[in-house]
């Protein structure tokens, strides 16, 4: 059953049940307070308005503390069908999530793993790097030193050997 359904069957049973007691909007908001529930008088007034089950309300918010006020006070037992669709709805949804927890954990498991493994290989690059960029050093001091040599010599100032 999707959830649309369920509030549009509330929603349903609510206003029979309003109608069946006689229920005013004030009796109902004082019956929420009652029970520490909270629902704007809005709402309620919305809920209750002609037309009600095709508006988008937050069940949660809205629909669910007045069907645990008047439904459970007065024994409404037409909904218990629904009552337990939604109650193995919540339990499959409950086990898709701990799958795709475990399946997250897994990924981010590999993840850290081939983090790790890259960090290794960029401090495996920068020490040859490092290597090279040092032989590169030396060898321009030694090619520099020839040249120099190269020139003294050239110039005749001294003999040099190498």
Aim: aromatic share 6%.
């Amino acid at each position: 059953m999707e959830i649309e359904k369920l509030k549009k069957t509330t929603i349903e049973r609510l206003k029979k049940v309003k109608a069946e007691q006689g229920l005013s909007v004030s009796r109902i908001m004082e019956m929420l307070e009652a029970k520490g529930k909270f629902v704007s008088e809005a709402t309620v007034k919305r809920i209750f308005s002609e037309g009600s089950e095709d508006f988008n309300f937050r069940y949660q918010d809205s629909i669910a503390p007045l069907a645990d006020v008047l439904l459970d006070l007065y024994g409404d037992t037409s909904g218990l069908d629904e009552v337990m669709a939604l109650k193995q709805i919540i339990h499959d949804k409950n086990q898709t999530i701990e799958f795709m927890m475990i399946k997250f954990e897994e990924q981010k498991s590999a993840y850290e793993k081939n983090v790790a493994h890259l960090k290794g290989q960029i401090h495996r690059l920068n020490e040859r790097l490092d290597i090279r960029e040092r032989s590169i050093e030396r060898k321009d001091t030694i090619m520099e030193k020839l040249l120099n040599a190269y020139l003294l010599k050239e110039n005749g100032d001294i003999e040099v050997e190498l």
